[in-house]
C-alpha cells in the first residue's frame, strides 16, 4: 500500500554531513508517522528519529539529540533526515519507516529498503 525508497547515503569522514531522502508512494502520506531507523554489523535495529503526521513533533534517541534533524512534506511525500557531526558509530544502514507511533519498532507498517551510511575514521 505504501512504498517507501531512501537515497543519499554515502561514505564520509568523521565530522561530516549527509542528507538521507525517503520518497513516498501509495496510501495516505500525512496520516503516517514517520521514522528513521539505522542497523549496524552485529547490532539490532534501533530508532533514531521520528516526526509526527503533521509535522509538529519530533521524538530522536539520545545520540542523535544535536546532530540529526528529521523533517516532512506531506505536499511532496518525503521526509529527510540531516545527519551532522557523523561518527564512526554511525555507520550502519539506514531505514526510513511509516507507522503508528514515533519510536517503537513494532508500530511501524511500512519500510524502505535502506541505504548505507559509512562513516570513516
Given at each position: 500500500?505504501?512504498?517507501?525508497?531512501?537515497?543519499?547515503?554515502?561514505?564520509?569522514?568523521?565530522?561530516?554531513?549527509l542528507?538521507?531522502?525517503?520518497?513516498?508512494?501509495?496510501?495516505?502520506?500525512?496520516?503516517?508517522?514517520?521514522?528513521?531507523?539505522?542497523?549496524?554489523?552485529?547490532?539490532?535495529?534501533?530508532?533514531?528519529v521520528?516526526?509526527?503526521?503533521?509535522?509538529?513533533?519530533?521524538?530522536?534517541?539520545?545520540?542523535?539529540?544535536?546532530?540529526?534533524?528529521?523533517?516532512?512534506?506531506?505536499a511532496k511525500?518525503?521526509?529527510?533526515?540531516?545527519?551532522?557531526?557523523?561518527?564512526?558509530?554511525?555507520?550502519?544502514?539506514?531505514?526510513?519507516?511509516a507507522?503508528?507511533?514515533?519510536?517503537?519498532?513494532?508500530?511501524?507498517?511500512?519500510?524502505?529498503?535502506?541505504?548505507?551510511?559509512?562513516?570513516?575514521?
Open positions: 500500500q505504501v512504498q517507501l525508497v531512501e537515497s543519499g547515503g554515502g561514505l564520509v569522514q568523521a565530522g561530516g554531513s542528507r538521507l531522502s525517503c520518497a513516498a508512494s501509495g496510501g495516505v502520506f500525512s496520516s503516517y508517522v514517520m521514522g528513521w531507523f539505522r542497523e549496524a554489523p552485529g547490532k539490532e535495529r534501533e530508532f533514531v521520528g516526526i509526527s503526521r503533521g509535522g509538529g513533533s519530533t521524538r530522536s534517541a539520545d545520540f542523535a539529540k544535536g546532530r540529526f534533524t528529521i523533517s516532512r512534506d506531506n511525500k518525503t521526509v529527510n533526515l540531516q545527519m551532522n557531526s557523523l561518527k564512526p558509530e554511525d555507520t550502519a544502514v539506514y531505514y526510513c519507516a507507522g503508528q507511533v514515533l519510536g517503537a519498532f513494532s508500530k511501524y507498517d511500512y519500510w524502505g529498503q535502506g541505504t548505507q551510511v559509512t562513516v570513516s575514521s
